[in-house]
């Protein structure tokens, strides 16, 4: 697969948003501090709190490079997802880039992925909203999209 399916776009930037723009610059994105507690800017993208303003077609240019390294790292891990509906590693796509290869490497979820058992993908996926010690809202929501993106097939 050599582009990130839309899906994984479409879920990144519904949860990670365009936002921060502050009034006295308008049409651009400064650092923030996600509600996990890490320096952020654009839709997502980790970054140094002195990280110049950034404008929305930055901000997508960094998406689609931090979309493509999350992919080749669920492909890497998850190999079946290469078979699979297109909307599951999407799903997949998204946690990683949300949470990082690294949880996705030593997860039970990865184990679920690579066994197809899909029910079990969606009960793990559920496990994951926590950010800085608490549930986060926008995490459950999160998973819930990503979980409706599995498409019991």
């Not at 519904?14 to 610059?25: A, L, M, S, T």
């Amino acid at each position: 697969m050599t582009s990130v399916p839309k899906a994984a776009v479409d879920l990144a930037k519904r949860f990670e948003g365009f936002h921060r723009v502050p009034k006295h610059d308008p049409g651009r994105a400064h650092p923030y501090v996600c509600p996990a507690g890490y320096w952020t800017i654009g839709y997502g993208r980790l970054c140094d709190p002195r990280h110049p303003p950034i404008s929305e077609t930055q901000a997508e240019a960094y998406l689609a490079q931090d979309l493509m390294t999350a992919m080749k790292a669920t492909l890497r891990y998850c190999p079946v997802l290469s078979t699979e509906p297109e909307s599951r590693l999407a799903a997949i796509i998204d946690f990683t880039f949300n949470l990082g290869a690294g949880r996705l490497q030593t997860s039970t979820l990865r184990r679920r992925v690579n066994q197809r058992d899909w029910q079990g993908v969606a009960l793990e996926l559920r496990r994951w909203v926590y950010g800085g010690g608490r549930v986060l809202p926008g995490l459950v929501l999160r998973r819930s999209a990503e979980i409706a993106q599995l498409g019991q097939h």
